[in-house]
């Protein structure tokens, strides 16, 4: 797969996470890509009677929450990515994920997206029911700890929550196309942003800078300080016309942001100048559903509609893009809904239309 379609500008070597010019230099010349050589398996699967939306890793790593179509919410164990011996339960050579707390009807529609504060103690889930339930946790024991918190300001699907800090979260959809911050302690809303014309699929932040993407092809930077927009990023390319953005990452250093579109086409930009860097389709001409950086920056997790997910090593797009940037990792049967790296190893989690969440583990690491 010919993953380079657009490189046009540099980008410094601080973006990189190299120390001077004369490292990043000396890594042009191999731009480390080892961890493309990376075998990846399934190690745990979950399955449910519908589609599986969203799926995050609790801050520490041990747990995972899982959000699907049948409006259930699950939190399940990951035990088996730090067990030395793992006991093999299923045909397919892969363990059942162990569910330790459950939700049968946890929203009144499907749960689209999940996401744990900083902290770990809470988790949030929105829904095609208009509403986000913010869930007080206790994740040494498993159980909810306090009273849930409804929010119902939407006016539409909510598709997509972030937590801003371990009290304020981030919250978007369709309806109304707005972004919505709010005090999840308080329970109340502090603040709508308003200037996108369709639905918001995506949103993430880094200190004061709040960014959303939206269907209507733009991504908007806004200052949470003072509440306004401060830049607004087109993502139409070439002759490719304007596309709907579905996903947002930022890396670790907060100045590189990967946006997935629903055209296929992945994009690299420089947040604090608002330039396009390059343009990569780690898949088929369908939505690129989600993306993530890793920890180590030079790498992005990406899943899509055509049911495949790949690793990009952002590095070889920037500095190479000449040489093949990206390896396909493997396959579900459906649409790939959700990516998450866990938090501390070399492992991820992804989400299908095929009914199954699966834990992703590497056969043989690098170091990061």
Same mark, same amino acid.
Request: one cysteine or more.
């Given at each position: 797969?010919?993953?380079? %379609?657009?490189?046009?500008?540099?980008?410094?070597?601080?973006?990189?996470?190299?120390?001077?010019?004369?490292?990043?230099?000396?890594?042009?010349?191999?731009? @480390?890509? +080892?961890?493309?050589?990376?075998?990846?398996?399934?190690?745990?699967?979950?399955? @449910?009677?519908?589609?599986?939306?969203?799926?995050?890793?609790?801050?520490?790593?041990?747990?995972?929450?899982?959000?699907?179509?049948?409006?259930?919410?699950?939190?399940?164990?990951?035990?088996?990515?730090?067990?030395?011996?793992?006991?093999?339960?299923?045909?397919?050579?892969?363990?059942?994920?162990?569910?330790?707390?459950?939700?049968?009807?946890?929203?009144?529609?499907?749960?689209?997206?999940?996401?744990?504060?900083?902290?770990?103690?809470?988790?949030? !889930?929105?829904?095609?029911?208009?509403?986000?339930?913010?869930?007080?946790?206790?994740?040494?024991?498993?159980?909810?700890?306090?009273?849930?918190?409804?929010?119902?300001?939407?006016?539409?699907?909510?598709?997509?929550?972030?937590?801003?800090?371990?009290?304020?979260?981030?919250?978007?959809?369709?309806?109304?196309?707005?972004?919505?911050?709010? @005090?999840?302690?308080?329970?109340?809303?502090?603040?709508?942003?308003?200037?996108?014309?369709?639905?918001?699929?995506?949103?993430?932040?880094?200190?004061?800078?709040?960014?959303?993407?939206?269907?209507?092809?733009?991504?908007?930077?806004?200052?949470?300080?003072?509440?306004?927009?401060?830049?607004?990023?087109?993502?139409?390319?070439? !002759?490719?016309?304007?596309?709907?953005? +579905?996903?947002?990452?930022?890396?670790?250093?907060?100045?590189?942001?990967?946006?997935?579109?629903?055209?296929?086409?992945?994009?690299?930009?420089?947040?604090?100048?608002?330039?396009?860097?390059?343009?990569?389709?780690?898949?088929?001409?369908?939505?690129?559903?989600?993306?993530?950086?890793?920890?180590?920056?030079?790498?992005?997790?990406?899943?899509?509609? @055509?049911?495949?997910?790949?690793?990009?090593?952002?590095?070889?797009?920037?500095?190479?893009?000449?040489?093949?940037? !990206?390896?396909?990792?493997?396959?579900?049967?459906?649409?790939?809904?959700?990516?998450?790296?866990?938090?501390?190893?070399?492992?991820?989690?992804?989400?299908?239309?095929?009914?199954?969440?699966?834990?992703?583990?590497?056969?043989?690491? %690098?170091?990061?």
């Amino acid at each position: 797969m010919n993953s380079m %379609v657009y490189s046009k500008f540099g980008c410094s070597h601080v973006m990189l996470g190299y120390k001077d010019k004369a490292s990043r230099k000396r890594a042009q010349k191999v731009a @480390d890509s +080892s961890m493309l050589k990376v075998k990846f398996s399934p190690t745990a699967v979950l399955e @449910d009677v519908q589609p599986i939306r969203s799926a995050a890793f609790h801050p520490r790593g041990e747990l995972i929450a899982i959000g699907s179509n049948s409006k259930a919410l699950r939190v399940c164990s990951c035990h088996m990515l730090s067990d030395s011996v793992q006991t093999l339960v299923r045909e397919d050579g892969c363990q059942d994920l162990p569910v330790l707390f459950k939700r049968n009807r946890h929203h009144r529609g499907s749960v689209y997206t999940v996401a744990w504060n900083p902290a770990g103690n809470v988790i949030a !889930t929105g829904s095609n029911d208009k509403s986000v339930i913010v869930v007080g946790f206790d994740a040494d024991n498993c159980i909810s700890s306090t009273a849930d918190r409804e929010f119902s300001f939407h006016k539409g699907t909510v598709r997509d929550i972030h937590f801003h800090d371990d009290k304020t979260m981030l919250s978007v959809g369709g309806g109304d196309n707005l972004l919505h911050l709010s @005090d999840v302690e308080k329970g109340v809303e502090l603040f709508a942003y308003s200037g996108h014309t369709a639905t918001i699929h995506t949103v993430t932040s880094h200190r004061d800078t709040l960014i959303s993407g939206s269907e209507d092809g733009t991504i908007r930077l806004w200052d949470r300080r003072n509440n306004t927009c401060t830049r607004v990023i087109g993502a139409a390319l070439g !002759t490719q016309g304007k596309s709907g953005i +579905s996903s947002l990452s930022l890396n670790n250093f907060g100045n590189l942001l990967c946006a997935s579109r629903d055209d296929g086409l992945c994009m690299l930009y420089d947040i604090e100048m608002g330039k396009l860097l390059a343009a990569f389709s780690p898949h088929t001409p369908v939505t690129c559903k989600s993306v993530q950086f890793y920890r180590n920056p030079r790498y992005i997790l990406s899943g899509s509609y @055509d049911g495949t997910i790949a690793l990009t090593c952002a590095e070889q797009v920037l500095l190479n893009p000449e040489v093949n940037s !990206t390896e396909i990792l493997g396959t579900h049967r459906d649409k790939v809904t959700n990516v998450a790296w866990h938090p501390t190893k070399q492992a991820f989690a992804t989400c299908s239309a095929d009914r199954t969440v699966c834990l992703w583990t590497a056969k043989d690491g %690098v170091d990061d």
